[in-house]
Nanobody, 122 residues
Framework: QVQLVESGGGLVQAGGSLRLSCAAS????????MGWFRQAPGKEREFVAT????????YYADSVKGRFTISRDNANNTVHLQMHSLKPEDTAVYSC???????????????WGQGTQVTVSS
């Protein structure tokens, strides 16, 4: 069993930055691809970013490309999402996920954290 706990969410003004973290425990972190997803009230869960295991290859949703950066620290069992130039439409609960493949579909991930709220004000 892998447990994921997100942190770093909060309230920020448009144009600001936040750094989200996801701490994993239970198994060797490096064997999993990691992803970030978000869900705003009344909307479906949306893919944000993913990073492959070992190689560090990343992929981003068009809506965040150039503004967000996903990274991982396998030695510390942690994945991060650095967010810059935040917009009000980025407001959502951001969740960390672990799975076998670095893909964009949430159903492909096995383990999920509880999420952390990100609110961007105008």
């Amino acid at each position: 069993q892998v447990q994921l706990v997100e942190s770093g969410g909060g309230l920020v003004q448009a144009g600001g930055s936040l750094r989200l973290s996801c701490a994993a425990s239970g198994r060797t972190f490096g064997v999993y691809a990691m992803g970030w997803f978000r869900q705003a009230p009344g909307k479906e869960r949306e893919f944000v970013a993913t990073i492959n295991r070992s190689t560090g290859i990343t992929y981003y949703a068009d809506s965040v490309k150039g503004r967000f950066t996903i990274s991982r620290d396998n030695a510390n069992n942690t994945v991060h999402l650095q967010m810059h130039s935040l917009k009000p439409e980025d407001t959502a609960v951001y969740s960390c996920a672990a799975g076998k493949w670095a893909v964009t579909t949430p159903e492909s991930y096995t383990y999920w954290g509880q999420g952390t709220q990100v609110t961007v004000s105008s």
